[in-house]
């Protein structure tokens, strides 16, 4: 059998049963597992065995239990909670002050999470009903929240980038470290779009009434800032050491947890029950993600035994496209993909088929994937079928999905803009991985 047609049957059967709600480890199991039987025989299931041996014994993917950890301490401990009031309170009296204060808390519960749907949903039920209720614009703030949510997996400590960079084998500190300035930008020309919105038609935002500064005084903004400078204390256990080349990701991981039972005990929040369920759920997570990328693993490997990993490099050099187009093809299909299936999948799904090909066409490894880590973030959000979208809707009941569309466009346009900003100066991404070597 060619090998394009095994590796059409395999994306086939993927696609499958992901539309049929599959969980994406069963789904990858059964694929991977059927594709060893008719192309290696049974004396190929010894293989799936070993590639989950590999995975697990990976010493740089320790740091995925362990942010996720570090995100459940922050969360269960009620960090988040005092974070969210004192950010609120320092912002101030800047006309929109609430557009600000999503951005800047998207930032923050992205790093924590890493997951997109988690922050627009977490976002659309703490924030949203009370920026309508001041007056905001419903479709600015709806589409600030999906947008700003969507920074999750580009700002360090990215889930994501640590994923990526461990199945395309590349530096997963440096992919860490590249995402900082690109979600800077992102974040910055999504106020620069809302204040310009709010300058051209001021009703967008409320007026800067007592009402919407809350009655806020010097001291409690003083009392606020000091709320939240335990809080720094986890930022520098994680990006700190790794900025300043003391620790890898995986050890800067295992000192982020360190850091977020400092803050929980500092803000008296801290117990053993706490502690207990952030474990029990953080094992489950990490499981669950260890087993996934252990069939992806298999997936690389079936493809280099049927001869597809060399036949893709060939079929890129035949085409004649220079590195431009190839790249815009590259990034357009994981953009498709994620409008119809989860991040990860589409993850697992292209990254072996593209490694080979980002090395052949000579692409810098942290900007490439850098731009498909900020790609694949985009598709979720794209309508018709982003699925950040819809988990925005279901906190939200009172907006229409196709409101919900209508709130996001624009903001898809400001993240191609910025896309087009890191693809014509790659120094945005790549600068501060070389700095820090």
Partial sequence: MDWYVTLL???????????????????????????VYFIIGPFGFPMVANSILDTVSITSLASIPLFILMGELLFRSGTMDVLFDSIDKLVGRV???????????????????????????????????????????????AGLIVSGASLAPIIPPSLLAIIVGSIADVSIAKL??????????????????????????????????DSEQGDVTSGEMAWALIRILPFAIV???????????????????????????????????????????????????????LAIMAMSKMFTQLLAFTGATSELVELVANLGYGPLTMLIIMLAVPFVLCMFIDTIAVILLTIPIYQPVVDA?????????????????????????????????????????????????????????????????????????????
């Fill in 9 to 35: 049957a395999g994306i086939a059967i993927l696609f499958a049963l992901f539309l049929s709600g599959a969980p994406i480890f069963l789904a990858f199991l059964f694929a991977i597992l059927t594709g």
């Fill in 235 to 289: 930022i520098f256990s994680v990006m700190g050491f790794i900025l300043m080349g003391i620790a890898t990701p995986s050890e800067s991981a295992a000192t982020g947890v360190v850091g977020a039972l400092i803050t929980a005990a500092i803000y008296q929040n801290l117990s053993f029950k706490m502690i207990w369920n952030s474990v029990m759920a953080s094992i489950t997570v990490s499981a669950m993600i």
């Fill in 176 to 209: 860490l470290i590249a995402g900082v300035i690109p979600g800077l930008l992102l974040g910055g020309i999504f106020l620069i779009y809302v204040f310009i919105r709010i300058a051209i038609n001021p009703k967008l935002a409320p007026a800067n009434s």
């Fill in 361 to 437: 066409m000579g692409f810098d490894p942290v900007w490439f994937w850098l731009l498909f880590l900020i790609n694949i973030t985009l598709g979720a959000i794209t309508p018709p079928f982003g699925y950040t979208l819809f988990a925005f809707k279901a906190v939200v009941p009172d907006m229409s999905i196709s409101d919900v569309y209508k709130a996001t466009w624009p903001f898809v346009i400001l993240f191609l803009i910025g896309i087009a900003v890191i693809i014509a100066v790659p120094g945005i991404a790549t600068w501060l991985p070389n700095l820090v070597g």
């Fill in 95 to 141: 006309k929109g002050r609430q557009y600000v204060l999503v951005v800047v808390l998207s930032a923050v519960f992205g790093a924590l999470s890493g997951v997109a749907m988690a922050v627009a949903a977490m976002l659309g039920r703490a924030i949203m009903p009370g920026m309508v209720a001041r007056g905001y614009d419903r479709n600015i703030a």
